[in-house]
Every structure is written in C-alpha cells, then in structure tokens.
Nanobody, 119 residues
C-alpha cells in the first residue's frame, strides 16, 4: 500500500486546512487509516483514525475531522480553528485489523506534509 499525503502549508491561527492522503490499495475499505503528527524534536503522536469508527486525540476533538472517500481511495483530515501548537509534519498511515493509536503498529506510511500555524 502506497500513501501520498498533501495539503500542508502555512496558515494563521484560527484558519482551516484540509490534508489529503491518496492510497494505492484495491482494498481501501478493509484498512484502518490514521493521521499522526510530529513536531520538531518531538515524537510522532496520534491525531485521528478512521476504521469502523473514528477516534481523535483529545486536543483536536471538535476541531479536526477525519473522513474517507472509498470511491477515490482517499483519506482526509479537515482541520479547523488551527492553533500554533498544531504545527507539525502530518503523516497518514494504514494498517489492517483493529484501529490503534500506536504509530509502530502501522505498517504503511506516507511521506508527511508540513503544517505551520503562525500566531
């Protein structure tokens, strides 16, 4: 499975941004997809997953929405009310089986897209 993330950029606090992750799999609906982020000098952290359900990291609840378009084999992360602390490289990832928030359990990764939020 190949993943290609895009949509990052430089925005101001309070703005919105939508990240996209196009996948190559023919079994798109069978996979759990997730977004992670990694700030400079920090570890990679869970943001949201989409499987049979969706789940969000506490700090993004109510601001971020993960969705998937099975016809386009694409996963999205709609980010609203962005804050400077959301600045990071955002990665999409995929795995088969149960959804989890642990990065090392995801087998497939995109290359990352940088989101910078200025105050």
């Amino acid at each position: 499975v190949q993943l290609q993330a895009s949509g990052g950029g430089l925005v101001q606090a309070g703005d919105s941004l939508t990240l996209s992750c196009v996948t190559s799999t023919y079994s798109f609906s069978a996979y759990t997809f997730a977004w992670f982020r990694q700030a400079p000098g920090k570890e990679r952290l869970f943001v949201a997953w989409s499987s049979s359900d969706t789940h969000y990291e506490e700090s993004v609840k109510g601001r971020f929405t993960i969705s998937r378009d099975n016809a386009k084999n694409t996963v999205y992360l709609q980010m609203n009310s962005l804050k400077p602390e959301d600045t990071a490289v955002y990665y999409c990832a995929a795995k088969s089986g149960l959804a989890v928030a642990t990065p090392r359990l995801y087998k497939y990764w995109g290359q990352g897209t940088l989101v910078t939020v200025s105050s």
